[in-house]
């Protein structure tokens, strides 16, 4: 064991080396908070040393597929169904293992950051599924990477409590608990605070896919399993049935050193890019004895259409976040799709979050959330999905309601094989909505993506704005769009141009008009605002360059 030096009155920051010293190893340069000793284990930095030696390089090579891929786009090539792995979509004899323990009935799933009052809410919630969101919903600050594992081992155990600066006590109060789904950062993040030094002895940050999956299985599938369930994960952010592969590799690797049987690991792969959607049957086949299903992640998908087509012309431009619906042409095709690739597998097909929440101080705000989420759900339902997701303990009942309505007695709709669905390629990518954009859909555009960042920054990774449930995929809209609209020389409903100069005055005026606070980063948010949305360059993704700026605390 080495020692790192660190400042006076924090506890020594620490590193493992495997057996052999020149070996592979991971470092941890992050400081050592309170029973952060508990996950970083001498065993789980092995752990992590290990899958970063076998599976850094293949996460290398599958980013640099993602440029390529993007570049192709970006220089007119469409995606396509591939002609090379057409016989995997022909043949219909194949099936993905399906739900594991726990997850016959998926008909609610409540989405949440892993926080110990959210754990505890989501574990009360009644759902049927929590999925335990390390990646869009949690601002990734050290803190909130291991104290969610922290959060997540004591949930697992039932040993978890929490008591709020107000004084009040949150504890679990239900003796059924939803089975836990964890959601690990894409392949594209990275973790700072940790550090891989492979063989030769070259160092790089560690991949945040393979910590929060590793220190998760390490510490939790036995007693997952002994609890007559499993490890679970939601896999976000996938481009391509090879980043499937790549997962499914890690997973058999991770079973054989466990000492677990071969599939007990499930996994439900997000559908929410737009590279993916043509993959759907080729990534359910990589993953097939690990899949129990795939999710229509509206959100990202929705962004990742604009990134990948944002310097195509003006046909590809969206109207107002607001306008871009489910009921939409192409949004329609990618699930119906969804639907029919899934029940065509025997996978689990699960609906996606509408933004709408309710307020528990605002009665007529709550009847609106309500009756919003009550048609999305019931439009899900009624297209086969199997189950859905909310963000709100109080809409479960009327999520639940909806599925009740088609589903009964029975757990999934697998049986319904959507035949009558054919999706081309060219309704995938049609994006022609008809609405226009104005000055109220810039303007939020605006508002939602700096106070969103504001909150990131604070280490607050889903965040309550204007009644609608706001996390790093819906942000990343607001600020494609506006880039977007700039560089395609975009105007309002009312003839104005949108033009850096114009959005500049929005900003100008949005911070002279929110509430200040001591400790507030609304100043910081405006900065990463404009270097991701005003800049000519475009991120490939928001929050990438603001973690490495701001929330990444090394001793």
Not at 7 to 29: K, L, M
Not at 200 to 208: D, F, N, R, V
Not at 404 to 419: F, I, K, T, W, Y
Not at 475 to 492: K, M, Y
Request: hydrophobic content about 40%.
């Amino acid at each position: 064991m080495n020692t790192l030096l660190t400042e006076p009155g924090t506890t020594p920051t620490t590193s493992f080396a495997s057996p052999t010293p020149a070996g592979p190893r991971i470092e941890v340069v992050g400081r050592m908070h309170e029973r952060f000793d508990e996950i970083l284990t001498p065993e789980a930095l092995q752990f992590l040393a290990e899958l970063h030696q076998r599976f850094a390089g293949p996460r290398h090579d599958r980013l640099a597929d993602r440029m390529r891929r993007r570049f192709e786009i970006g220089n007119g090539r469409d995606p396509k169904f591939r002609d090379e792995t057409a016989a995997v979509r022909a043949d219909a004899t194949w099936r993905v293992a399906g739900a594991g323990p726990g997850l016959e009935d998926r008909r609610v799933e409540i989405t949440g950051p892993t926080d110990r009052k959210m754990t505890i809410n989501a574990l009360n919630s009644g759902a049927n599924v929590w999925l335990a969101d390390q990646e869009d919903a949690t601002s990734p600050t050290w803190a909130n990477v291991i104290g969610g594992q922290i959060s997540l081992f004591d949930a697992i155990r039932r040993q978890i409590d929490f008591t709020s600066a107000e004084g009040k006590e949150y504890r679990l109060t239900t003796g059924e608990t939803p089975t836990i789904v964890m959601r690990p950062r894409g392949w594209h993040l990275v973790e700072k605070h940790l550090r891989f030094v492979d063989s030769a002895g070259h160092a790089m940050a560690a991949s945040g896919s393979l910590v929060d999956f590793g220190l998760y299985f390490l510490h939790n599938a036995q007693a997952l399993i002994d609890s007559g369930r499993g490890p679970y994960f939601y896999l976000a952010k996938l481009e391509s049935s090879e980043e499937a592969r790549l997962w499914n590799d890690v997973f058999t690797f991770s079973e054989q050193r466990a000492g677990i049987p071969h599939g007990t690991i499930r996994a439900t792969v997000l559908i929410e890019t737009l590279p993916a959607a043509f993959e759907m049957d080729e990534i359910l086949y990589e993953l097939r004895d690990h899949c129990a299903g795939l999710n229509a992640g509206r959100w990202d998908y929705i962004f990742s259409i604009i990134k990948n087509y944002r310097g195509r012309g003006a046909r590809f431009v969206l109207p107002d976040r607001s306008e871009v619906t489910m009921t939409v042409p192409f949004m329609r095709a990618y699930t119906e799709l969804l639907v029919k690739t899934c029940h065509k597998r025997g996978a689990h097909a699960i609906g996606g979050m509408s933004a709408f929440i309710p307020n528990r101080r605002d009665p007529e705000v709550t009847a609106r959330a309500i009756e919003k989420v009550s048609a999305d759900k019931r439009r899900e339902a009624g297209d086969g999905f199997d189950g859905t997701w909310v963000a709100h303990p109080d809409l479960i009942e009327t999520a639940r309601g909806e599925f009740d309505a088609v589903l009964g007695e029975r757990p999934n709709q697998l049986d319904r094989q959507r035949d009558d669905v054919e999706v081309t390629a060219a309704q995938l990518l049609d994006v022609h909505i008809g609405r226009a954009v104005t000055d109220a859909g810039l303007r939020d555009n605006v508002s939602i993506g700096v106070r969103y960042l504001e909150s990131w920054l604070r280490g607050i990774g889903a965040a309550a704005i204007d009644n609608l449930m706001e996390d790093a995929a819906t942000a990343e809209i607001s600020r494609s769009q506006i880039w977007q609209w700039i560089h395609q020389d975009v105007r309002t409903d009312d003839g104005a141009p949108i033009t850096r100069d114009r959005v500049e005055k929005i900003l100008a005026e949005l911070l002279d008009s929110v509430d200040r606070f001591d400790g507030d980063r609304f100043d910081d948010a405006a900065e990463v605002f404009r270097d991701v949305a005003l800049r000519d360059e475009f991120p490939t993704f928001l929050t990438v360059g603001a973690y490495s700026r701001f929330l990444v605390d090394l001793a």
